[in-house]
Structure formats: structure tokens, C-alpha cells
């Protein structure tokens, strides 16, 4: 956002204003605001104010420091998303603002304890907004700023809530699916995934898991003649094998258990 704009009321407006005793000069923000971030819930946050200043250097600090430090923690959200939530304390004349980090910088709560939103739904919807002529100097005001949060993070698998605070103000939460939960695989895990899960094998000990493609049980004697082994070593390999679960001992056969079939599709 560029330079603050300078009130422009004529005298006949500020005289009404005065005598009807509202306040609506927003050309700055007249108190601070606070971000709290949290490593996690079992120690306190570490708070960073943000000084009051003028509206538009205000919204332009607290959008840049919020975005900053979600970052820092590994979060996701999109410094557009941040920004149009943080012009939105406007309608709250910046009053009592604070901004809580968590979820590792995937989720930020906006609290204040401005009017609060009434109709919810409708603020999410484009055209629908409370902004009067005088935020308008200073935003859009056209009823696109949080629709257009909602737009931004559906692409990012994200959402955004909208509560009333305690006594009074405004809660909006925006959040996105925090970017390891892509990797999980949604039902069977592809060759890929697959691969990463096996155990690691020497060469020897793929050799001999091999011959279980062929033949699912084998003799100690099977496994000597066909990799021309020491018995000592197929013995060794055969051990190690079956402690790390691919194959079990069935009698005097060597036999391929579940496990086993498992890591012969991932390799081969």
C-alpha cells in the first residue's frame, strides 16, 4: 500500500462529526499491536510489538513482521493472505490487536475488540463490507479483502474461520495444510514410497533375497549350490535375513514371510 492519503472532510462534515461526538479519523493507528508465536503450547510465546504509527506503515510492519516470523517457524501462508486480514483491523480502528503465531507458521489467529463481525458468512462473500468513506482513504473497501484470503487458500489446501472474540472484536483464523502432509501417501504407497521403506541390504543379502522371487521356500544347501556360497556364509546371511523379518524358519526350509514379499516388490 502506498502513502497515506490525507483527510479531506470539509468543515461542514468535521462539524457534524464533532457534534455527533464519532471518531473517524483512521489516518493512524493509535495503539500497538502484539504478535505472539509459539514454538508450542507448553511454553510461552515470544511477543513482538508492533508501535503505532500511521495506518498505512502500520498495516505495512504488522503484515511484514507477522509474514516474517510465520516463515521463520516453517509456515506456508501467503503474505497477500496476511495482508488483507492485517487491513482489515481498520474496521476495529486498530484497537487492541493481537496476532498469535502457531502450528510451526500454518495457522495465525487476528484478534481484536473492535464491533466484531456480525454476518459472518456475507464478509467472506465478494461486495459485502462496513467500510465507511473514510476507511475507504485507506483500503479498498470494497468488500474483497477477506474473500479474497478464502480464494488464496483454497489453493493451498488452507481455510479460514471467523468467531467472535470473548466479550468483544473479531477472531479470524487463517490456515494451510502444513506441507509434509502432502508427501503422505492417501491409500497404497506408490513404488517410490515403497523403495524408501526398505531396509537397507547388502549385496550379498539381495542376492539371496532374490532367489526367494523364484522359490518361496529354499534349504540352506539351495541357497550354497545356486550363489556358490560358503555354507558359514549363506548360513551368516540367511541370519540376518530372518532377524530383519523377510524370511522365517519353517522346519528346515527358509521361507518368505509377508515382509519379505513386500521388499522383493520395492526392489525388483
Known sequence: MGKALEPTLNTAQNASEVASGVNEDYSRALASARIACYDDFRSAPRVTEIEPTTTAEFIENLASTIY??????????????????????????????????????????????????????????????????????????????????????????????????????????????????????????????????????????MDVLYLFMQEPTLRVTDVVEQLNLASSSAHRVLKKLEEQGLIETVGRMRQITDEGKRVIDALF
Open 68 to 205: 516474517t516470523q510465520a516463515q521463520q517457524a516453517g509456515g506456508s501462508i501467503p503474505y497477500t493472505a496476511i495482508r488483507e486480514v492485517s487491513e482489515n483491523f481498520i474496521h476495529a480502528q486498530f484497537k487492541e490487536i493481537v496476532v498469535s503465531i502457531f502450528d510451526k507458521g500454518n495457522t495465525i489467529r487476528f484478534t481484536d475488540q473492535g464491533p466484531g463481525i456480525p454476518q459472518k458468512e456475507k464478509a467472506q462473500m465478494p461486495g459485502f463490507s462496513s467500510a465507511t468513506s473514510d476507511m475507504k482513504r485507506y483500503i479498498r473497501g470494497v468488500g474483497s479483502g477477506l474473500p479474497l484470503v478464502k480464494e488464496y487458500l483454497s489453493f493451498s489446501h488452507g481455510r479460514i474461520t471467523i468467531e467472535d472474540n470473548i466479550k468483544s472484536g473479531a477472531v479470524v483464523t487463517i490456515s494451510v495444510k502444513p506441507e509434509e502432509d502432502f508427501s503422505k501417501p492417501a491409500g497404497s504407497p506408490t513404488p517410490a514410497q515403497r523403495k524408501q521403506m526398505i531396509p537397507v541390504l547388502s549385496d550379498r543379502e
